[in-house]
Protein backbone atom coordinates (compact mmCIF):
# COMPACT_ATOMS: atom_id res chain seq x y z
CA UNK A 1 0.00 0.00 0.00
CA UNK A 2 1.15 3.40 -1.03
CA UNK A 3 2.33 5.66 1.80
CA UNK A 4 0.98 9.07 1.43
CA UNK A 5 3.19 10.78 3.48
CA UNK A 6 6.48 9.19 1.67
CA UNK A 7 8.45 11.08 -1.34
CA UNK A 8 8.48 8.29 -4.31
CA UNK A 9 11.32 9.88 -5.72
CA UNK A 10 14.73 8.71 -3.99
CA UNK A 11 16.79 11.35 -2.81
CA UNK A 12 19.39 10.19 -5.24
CA UNK A 13 16.65 11.98 -7.74
CA UNK A 14 17.65 15.55 -5.95
CA UNK A 15 15.16 17.78 -8.46
CA UNK A 16 11.86 15.62 -8.25
CA UNK A 17 12.76 14.94 -4.52
CA UNK A 18 13.00 18.57 -4.09
CA UNK A 19 9.87 19.52 -6.31
CA UNK A 20 7.85 16.49 -4.57
CA UNK A 21 8.66 18.04 -1.04
CA UNK A 22 7.58 21.63 -2.01
CA UNK A 23 3.94 20.79 -3.98
CA UNK A 24 3.15 17.82 -1.36
CA UNK A 25 4.49 18.27 2.44
CA UNK A 26 5.26 22.07 2.42
CA UNK A 27 2.21 23.01 0.39
CA UNK A 28 -0.28 20.85 2.32
CA UNK A 29 0.87 22.07 5.41
CA UNK A 30 0.86 25.92 4.51
CA UNK A 31 -2.45 25.52 3.68
CA UNK A 32 -3.62 23.84 6.70
CA UNK A 33 -1.43 26.36 8.89
CA UNK A 34 -2.72 29.57 6.36
CA UNK A 35 0.84 30.53 6.75
CA UNK A 36 1.70 32.02 3.17
CA UNK A 37 5.07 32.90 4.75
CA UNK A 38 5.99 29.00 4.72
CA UNK A 39 6.02 28.89 1.10
CA UNK A 40 6.60 32.17 -0.24
CA UNK A 41 10.14 31.49 -1.33
CA UNK A 42 8.74 28.73 -3.18
CA UNK A 43 7.45 31.14 -5.97
CA UNK A 44 9.68 32.86 -9.20
CA UNK A 45 7.43 36.33 -8.92
CA UNK A 46 8.69 37.57 -12.23
CA UNK A 47 6.21 36.34 -14.86
CA UNK A 48 4.12 34.17 -12.76
CA UNK A 49 1.05 33.38 -14.17
CA UNK A 50 -1.95 31.24 -12.87
CA UNK A 51 -4.71 29.86 -14.94
CA UNK A 52 -7.69 28.54 -13.87
CA UNK A 53 -9.24 25.63 -15.57
CA UNK A 54 -12.50 25.77 -13.76
CA UNK A 55 -13.16 22.37 -13.11
CA UNK A 56 -13.73 22.05 -16.98
CA UNK A 57 -12.72 20.20 -19.90
CA UNK A 58 -12.86 22.47 -22.23
CA UNK A 59 -9.65 25.24 -22.18
CA UNK A 60 -12.48 27.93 -24.03
CA UNK A 61 -13.80 27.84 -20.52
CA UNK A 62 -10.40 28.43 -18.54
CA UNK A 63 -9.68 32.07 -17.29
CA UNK A 64 -6.55 34.21 -16.81
CA UNK A 65 -7.58 33.88 -13.05
CA UNK A 66 -3.75 34.90 -10.76
CA UNK A 67 -2.15 37.00 -13.63
CA UNK A 68 0.82 37.86 -10.43
CA UNK A 69 1.83 35.88 -7.75
CA UNK A 70 -0.28 38.78 -5.35
CA UNK A 71 -3.61 37.56 -6.83
CA UNK A 72 -2.44 33.93 -6.41
CA UNK A 73 -1.33 34.39 -3.19
CA UNK A 74 -4.73 36.53 -1.55
CA UNK A 75 -6.76 33.63 -3.49
CA UNK A 76 -4.73 31.00 -1.88
CA UNK A 77 -5.16 32.72 1.59
CA UNK A 78 -8.97 33.24 1.77
CA UNK A 79 -9.38 29.41 0.81
CA UNK A 80 -7.26 28.05 3.92
CA UNK A 81 -8.74 30.46 6.01
CA UNK A 82 -11.96 28.77 5.00
CA UNK A 83 -10.89 25.51 5.01
CA UNK A 84 -9.60 25.81 8.63
CA UNK A 85 -13.66 26.97 9.55
CA UNK A 86 -14.84 23.94 8.36
CA UNK A 87 -15.70 21.41 10.77
CA UNK A 88 -14.44 17.97 9.42
CA UNK A 89 -15.20 14.39 10.94
CA UNK A 90 -11.79 13.19 10.16
CA UNK A 91 -7.81 14.64 10.15
CA UNK A 92 -7.73 16.67 7.48
CA UNK A 93 -3.29 17.11 7.04
CA UNK A 94 -4.20 12.79 6.75
CA UNK A 95 -6.82 13.20 4.19
CA UNK A 96 -5.18 15.39 2.15
CA UNK A 97 -2.41 13.98 1.78
CA UNK A 98 -4.27 10.49 1.25
CA UNK A 99 -5.82 12.26 -1.67
CA UNK A 100 -2.79 13.88 -3.34
CA UNK A 101 -0.99 12.17 -5.72
CA UNK A 102 2.25 13.57 -7.27
CA UNK A 103 3.56 11.02 -9.59
CA UNK A 104 4.62 12.67 -12.69
CA UNK A 105 7.47 15.28 -13.21
CA UNK A 106 8.74 15.64 -16.23
CA UNK A 107 12.33 17.34 -16.61
CA UNK A 108 14.11 19.13 -19.39
CA UNK A 109 17.17 20.93 -18.75
CA UNK A 110 16.35 23.71 -15.85
CA UNK A 111 12.08 23.51 -16.19
CA UNK A 112 10.27 21.08 -15.07
CA UNK A 113 6.31 20.30 -15.82
CA UNK A 114 4.72 18.50 -12.74
CA UNK A 115 1.47 16.66 -12.58
CA UNK A 116 -0.43 16.82 -9.10
CA UNK A 117 -3.67 15.33 -8.94
CA UNK A 118 -6.45 15.04 -6.51
CA UNK A 119 -8.73 12.08 -6.16
CA UNK A 120 -10.84 11.84 -2.70
CA UNK A 121 -12.19 13.87 -0.67
CA UNK A 122 -12.67 15.02 3.57
CA UNK A 123 -15.30 13.57 5.74
CA UNK A 124 -16.95 16.59 7.57
CA UNK A 125 -17.97 16.42 10.97
CA UNK A 126 -21.92 15.92 9.81
CA UNK A 127 -21.24 12.54 7.72
CA UNK A 128 -20.77 14.40 4.12
CA UNK A 129 -17.77 14.43 2.07
CA UNK A 130 -15.63 17.47 0.51
CA UNK A 131 -14.97 15.76 -2.28
CA UNK A 132 -11.33 16.74 -3.95
CA UNK A 133 -11.16 15.79 -7.69
CA UNK A 134 -8.79 18.02 -9.74
CA UNK A 135 -5.87 18.49 -10.84
CA UNK A 136 -3.49 20.87 -11.59
CA UNK A 137 -0.13 21.29 -13.85
CA UNK A 138 2.47 23.51 -12.47
CA UNK A 139 5.44 24.98 -14.48
CA UNK A 140 8.66 24.98 -11.92
CA UNK A 141 12.58 26.30 -12.88
CA UNK A 142 15.52 25.72 -11.26
CA UNK A 143 15.90 29.35 -9.91
CA UNK A 144 18.79 30.92 -7.67
CA UNK A 145 19.66 26.96 -7.01
CA UNK A 146 16.33 25.62 -5.67
CA UNK A 147 13.34 24.33 -7.81
CA UNK A 148 10.57 26.92 -7.91
CA UNK A 149 6.97 27.78 -9.55
CA UNK A 150 6.85 29.96 -12.18
CA UNK A 151 3.12 29.21 -12.89
CA UNK A 152 0.78 26.84 -13.25
CA UNK A 153 -2.61 25.59 -15.06
CA UNK A 154 -5.01 24.18 -12.08
CA UNK A 155 -8.44 23.46 -11.12
CA UNK A 156 -8.91 20.82 -13.97
CA UNK A 157 -11.03 17.81 -13.51
CA UNK A 158 -9.89 15.07 -12.73
CA UNK A 159 -9.81 13.24 -15.32
CA UNK A 160 -10.10 15.55 -18.22
CA UNK A 161 -12.54 14.66 -20.97
Known sequence: MRDPYRNPFPESDAARHAIWDMLVTRDIDAFLAADWGMVEGDFIEEGFLGISGNRDPNPDKWTLAFPTLAAYR???????????????????????????????????????????KFDGGIMKRD??????????????????????????TGYLPNPMG
Open 74 to 116: DEWLSQARDFQSQPYGEDPRNAIFTTTRLEEIEIASDTALVRK
Open 127 to 152: GTLDVMKWQTLYYCRLHEGRWKISGF
